[in-house]
């Protein structure tokens, strides 16, 4: 994240203010929402609006459009699961379900909603949306499975670096054919390669595996079966990334999708074996850690 300013700092910590609240304590919190009044969950997360607001205004580029946005949208989030906790006490998936991972898995993957922000604080939108996503699924859906938590555990290791030995052989070998992997010599320091693989964890792979094994493959097992649904969760993981190399490019980058699904059966694994947001992640940042330096 770049420009980084008293202001951004600022707005950083209110972003990981819920995430840090559901990542350490979820059912408590989860509990305490509850016993809210009805009118009071749905509204209450209008106030994730300020993020935008003390970004915006401090460097002068706040809009009435965006300010609407932030402050309705996840009222509206709040509100669809709130209904979908009621027709659907069974947590097997609902359209309302369906539509909000929609909206929010769209809007990142086609950056609808970046032009709101400066140039090098885009991140802080994805931030702002997984907390919308965390209090309407965690709180106000009561979502069970879903296994987000910051307190790891010796099995999150465990499986995740399994399934990355698992995974590694075979992304050298489709790889370096498909000229997705470039060798090179570029060994970091050993503190920034700590605060990368840090950053790596929280600002990437915590967002994706939440979405995708937490809320997506959670919803889909419960529809179709375990290995159905690790299998289509996994494409459309790798479909997600048909931008990610360049974001404006007209054709889809095949090579990165399909590395990207094949990574997502690995993820799949390591976050269904305990149903554990923690294991698949130590997976996804390894890779990406491994990748960005020396590939």
Known sequence: MQNVTPAAIATL???????????????????RIQRWPAAARVLAPAVLVVPYVVIAASQHMFRWQWFG?????????????????????TQRGNWRDALILLILGLSVDLRWFESAWPSGLRA??????VDMGLYG???????????FNFCLKWTDWKSGLRELSFFA???????????FLHPHANGPA?????????????????PEELYFRGWLQNFLERR????????????LFGLSHFNKRNPFARHINWSYVTLATI????????????RRVPASTITHTCVDWLWSWWF
Not at 16 to 31: C, D, I, M, N, S
Not at 70 to 87: E, R, S
Not at 191 to 202: D, E, G, N, P, R
């Open 13 to 31: 910590a209110l972003e990981l203010a819920p995430a840090v609240a559901f990542g350490f304590a979820a059912e408590r919190t989860g509990q």
């Open 69 to 89: 946005l932030y402050a309705a949208l996840p009222v509206m989030i709040a509100w669809l699961l709130g209904q979908a906790a009621q027709a659907d006490p």
């Open 124 to 129: 802080l939108n994805e931030l702002l949306l």
């Open 137 to 147: 699924f965690l709180a106000v859906r009561q979502l069970d499975g879903v296994g």
């Open 169 to 179: 052989p075979i992304v050298l070998l489709l790889g370096l054919p498909l000229g």
């Open 190 to 206: 050993w503190w920034k390669a700590i605060l990368t693989w840090i950053a790596i964890f929280f600002f990437t792979a915590v």
């Open 224 to 235: 179709v079966g375990r290995r159905p649904a690790l299998i289509i969760a996994s494409i």
């Open 263 to 274: 990574a997502g059966i690995f993820y799949g694994r390591a976050w269904r074996e305990r």
